[in-house]
């Protein structure tokens, strides 16, 4: 009969434990995927802003062969991303790839290719902003101004790519903080539960005399152990949703470098180790102060 208890009570131990790390695994995943949506903004603002592009137009005068030996100069500029020289050709051909009738230009101007040599660069992703934009104009009015007429972007691009960046970035920050809240709550009240299913073994300890500390020491360890596996899980969750996006959406190509990789996965386990533990202290510290009566 008392082995058959004994035998019950084990299985209800191991039941709540893994129900417990069943549920802080879910409730990680819900916050691996916020996390990993701020990586994915954060790729697609430097790709925006490494697509911005800014125009150099010079001084009608000088020839092509001046105006590419400033982009050779310009390409050596840890600014830029990329520096290209687009020939008068080459600016026709761009008119018609963005739907433009290049004929109806050189009609207007009898046969003769009206559009200017021109050099256009794409600013590095630290670069993309007003002022360091500024900053390069001036730099390079500095060094060639005697021969640039005028360093032409669309203001209303940049503002949009930092500011709207921002907004999301801000907005997907308040929500992960809310899943946190939301999940130290959830987390707090597995623990519990698995706790009060131990209320008399931990009574029964203080009773013959252990020590407070002595009493918490196994069940922190046990709770680390419970962050490390959930957030270890989680991570795998979230990889393989990932992998299946990635099979099953041929527009969506979702990919993880290794440094964003060992982030998330340590920023997984660090707040389910965090959760665990302070929630398992505060339970415990609840039954410890108890009184016997109070524990039926």
């Given at each position: 009969?008392a082995?058959g208890?004994?035998k019950?009570n084990?299985?209800g ?5 893994i129900s417990t790390?069943?549920?802080?695994s ?10 990993s ?11 925006a802003?490494?697509?911005l592009v ?10 092509e ?6 982009a050779?100069?310009l ?7 990329e520096?290209e020289?687009?020939?008068?050709e080459?600016a ?5 790839e963005?739907g433009?009738?290049?004929?109806n230009?050189?009609?207007i101007y009898?046969?003769v290719n009206?559009m200017?040599?021109?050099i256009t ?5 630290e670069?993309?902003?007003a002022?360091?934009l500024?900053e390069?104009r001036?730099?390079i009015m500095e060094?060639?101004g ?12 940049v ?6 960046f921002?907004?999301f ?5 308040a ?10 709550a ?5 623990i519990r539960?698995?706790?009060?299913s ?7 300890m203080?009773?013959?005399?252990a ?11 046990s709770?680390v152990?419970m962050?490390v596996?959930s ?12 992998y299946a ?6 527009s969506?190509d979702?990919?993880?470098d ?6 998330l996965l340590?920023a ?11 929630s398992?202290?505060?339970a415990?510290n609840k039954?410890?102060?108890?009184k ?5």
């Amino acid at each position: 009969m008392a082995g058959g208890v004994e035998k019950y009570n084990k299985r209800g131990v191991k039941t709540s434990y893994i129900s417990t790390i069943i549920g802080t695994s879910l409730v990680l995943f819900v916050i691996g995927l916020v996390i990993s949506g701020v990586f994915g903004l954060d790729q697609l603002q430097k790709q925006a802003k490494e697509s911005l592009v800014c125009d150099l137009f010079f001084q009608a005068d000088l020839n092509e062969a001046d105006i590419k030996q400033v982009a050779q100069e310009l390409e050596t500029w840890d600014q830029f991303n990329e520096v290209e020289f687009v020939s008068p050709e080459r600016a026709i051909e761009t008119f018609q790839e963005d739907g433009q009738n290049a004929d109806n230009i050189m009609e207007i101007y009898n046969g003769v290719n009206p559009m200017p040599p021109t050099i256009t660069f794409k600013p590095n992703e630290e670069y993309a902003t007003a002022e360091k934009l500024e900053e390069i104009r001036v730099l390079i009015m500095e060094s060639y101004g005697d021969r640039i007429e005028e360093m032409s972007y669309d203001k209303a691009s940049v503002e949009s790519v930092n500011l709207g960046f921002k907004q999301f970035v801000l907005l997907i920050g308040a929500v992960a903080l809310l899943l946190i809240i939301v999940a130290f709550a959830m987390i707090n009240n597995t623990i519990r539960l698995s706790l009060y299913s131990k209320r008399f073994s931990i009574k029964t300890m203080q009773l013959v005399g252990a020590t407070s500390g002595y009493i918490r020491r196994p069940f922190l360890w046990s709770s680390v152990g419970m962050g490390v596996i959930s957030g270890t899980i989680a991570m795998g969750l979230v990889l393989a949703l990932f992998y299946a996006l990635n099979n099953v959406l041929d527009s969506i190509d979702i990919q993880l470098d290794l440094m964003s990789f060992l982030f998330l996965l340590a920023a997984l386990v660090i707040i389910g180790v965090v959760i665990s533990i302070v929630s398992t202290w505060f339970a415990l510290n609840k039954y410890l102060r108890m009184k016997l009566d109070d524990l039926y």
